[in-house]
């Protein structure tokens, strides 16, 4: 029997990574890693504990605390799906809320940080079976994935699916607030020294500016399905 394989999904913010993510995860019924997650929750309890703030970006702390932070996802009985535990508390909604978005780019950007998630993620998926989804997966968490797309859509088209998103767990934030926040995590992930956003080589690429979520699930679905031929023709 093949081993299963390893999907990587790469791409900017707010494209439908993670949508894509678990359609294609409840399909062939592999296991999806959220590694943006990840990401949230390490900034969520810099956040709390005051160690980054508008005036504050302590590096230094932050790598002192790393030891201190615990993450990872366990199933919500309620709804299926996957939430992330921060030091063993739920908190899901709140790693998703925009003031933790804002300095998602700028933690990311942590050597230290870095270091610590993608051990913890390839750890994760070190027996295939998996999808994982964020902005390095393909280039340096696994960069042998049998399968690397990459997703990519038009800024404005992003910012109206997070603006919905978010007004409709009833958080007041305005579209031109969104799409600054989406432009300036765009430019830190695309930029920064430690694994940038780039397109792995050997990935496809999706653009799901007029794709629904079903058309994006049928486009991926092929070409794991043309990936999986040409393995077993090996």
Known sequence: MAKPLTIAIDGFSSCGKSTLAKALSAKLGYVFIDTGAMYRGVTLYLLEEGIINKERFAEEQI????????????????????????????????????HVAQFVSPVATVKAVRQKLVAEQREMGKNGGVIMDGRDIGSVVFPDAEVKLFITADPDVRAQRRFLELTEQ??????????E?????????????????????????????????????????????QKLIRSHKK
């Open 170 to 179: 009833g958080v007041d934030v305005s579209f031109e607030e969104i799409k």
């Open 181 to 225: 926040n989406l432009l300036q995590r765009d430019h830190i992930d695309s930029t920064r020294k430690e694994s940038p956003l780039v397109q792995p080589e050997d990935a496809i690429v999706i653009d799901t500016t007029h794709l629904t979520p079903d058309e994006q699930l049928e486009k991926a679905l092929l070409i794991i399905d």
């Open 63 to 98: 790598v002192h605390e790393l030891s201190s932070i615990s993450i990872r996802f366990e199933k919500n009985a309620h709804t299926g799906k996957s939430d992330l535990l921060l030091n063993d508390r739920n908190v899901e909604n709140l790693i998703r809320l925009p």
